[in-house]
């Protein structure tokens, strides 16, 4: 049987019971939404990549303590959350510029040119893009946790509810509130900038 | 003072003009759906993904197995490996006393081995004695520059001197902390 169409309850069975390896699966199912929900929540591209491998670990050392009736994803990302915030405690991280990070990452737009564009439309596509990050960065961290949550790794509201451990009304009225924000930070930002272009 | 039950007052006499913090947690409860926005989203999920470096999954996977081997890995058997390890270096050794008594014409055992024995506790001693000269020489040189430093320089130039010492160490912790 291919172990890649287990489910992921069934895959941390079969680890619990030796299988070790198949906890490979699990890391590439989980790497890329982890690797992005952290790197947005602290700006730093070391960092996150640091902490996501520290992540794996601790949900390595805790299969022990994983009630199966609840979500894996919901689960992980709930070690995911944690874990950031301890760090960003540990680091007294508030707020982080997406400037103050420029230097020792790479750019978003850098990574992955959009396909199929000219080179106008891709510079105006990475502009848009960076202005959207930097609008989400922006965002108190109680807004931005849920906006990557929901929006960049697509766990629905309860699920959501479930990892940050709030009730499933407020998650909803921060979300709602937090998109606002971002569109009215994007919104003043067109602003701006189309006052520069006319001026 | 004010009476919390005359806040709770006012909020209930002017609806209109609710605490910001509570008219935000109020707006959608459980059952009430959340109106999404195809616009935003779409602009969101078109954000470019951070890309995993092709190293991270078998960094992770050599930390699990790692973690794996010595959550296994029980006294007994630590104490087995000890013991074939032990048993591994006096064959070893054993073998190296005959070598020595073959190219020496040695023929017993116990003077091959007291040899040996001299001749690793006279290398030892050598580089024991070897270290004790660089820690005696290091500590020469500290103490006389540290000499030469109270004597003759002035009071100012020491307090300079050890204000720059304390700020190069700040420095280095910041450094250190980033």
Known sequence: MDETSLTDEALVE???EGNVELFEVIVSRYQRKLVNYIYRMINNYEAAMELCQEVFIKVYSSLDKYNPEYKFTTWIHRISS???????????????SIDASG????????????????????LEMSQLQGRIEA???????IYKQLIVLRHINELSYDEIAKTVDLPLGTVKNRIF??????????????AKRGGRQRG | MVDPKDNER???MNPAQPDDEHAEESLFDDDTDLPEDPLLEESLRGLPEIKVPSTFLPNVMF????????ERISIPQVLLISAVLLILTIGFFTLDIYDYMAGHDIDSFSQGMSIKVKAVLAQFDEWLSAFGGLVSASWQIVSGSLGYFFKNVSIGIQILILLMILALGFGAKRLLNR
Do not use: C
């Not at chain 1, 915030?85 to 707020?95: H, N």
């Not at chain 1, 230097?103 to 891709?122: C, F, H, I, R, V």
């Not at chain 2, 930390?63 to 081997?69: C, G």
């Open chain 2, 10 to 12: 006012d909020r209930i």
């Open chain 1, 14 to 16: 079969k680890i619990k």
């Open chain 1, 82 to 96: 944690n874990a950031t915030i301890d760090w960003m405690r540990k680091k007294k991280l508030d707020t982080f």
């Open chain 1, 135 to 141: 609008a989400i960065d922006e965002l108190p961290f």
């Open chain 2, 63 to 70: 930390q699990v197995y790692e973690k794996h081997a010595r």
């Open chain 1, 177 to 190: 509130r937090g998109r606002e924000m971002l569109k009215s930070k994007l919104a003043e930002e067109m």
């Open chain 1, 103 to 122: 230097e020792d990452s790479p750019s978003l737009s850098q990574q992955l040119p959009a396909k199929g564009l000219s080179p106008l439309q891709n």
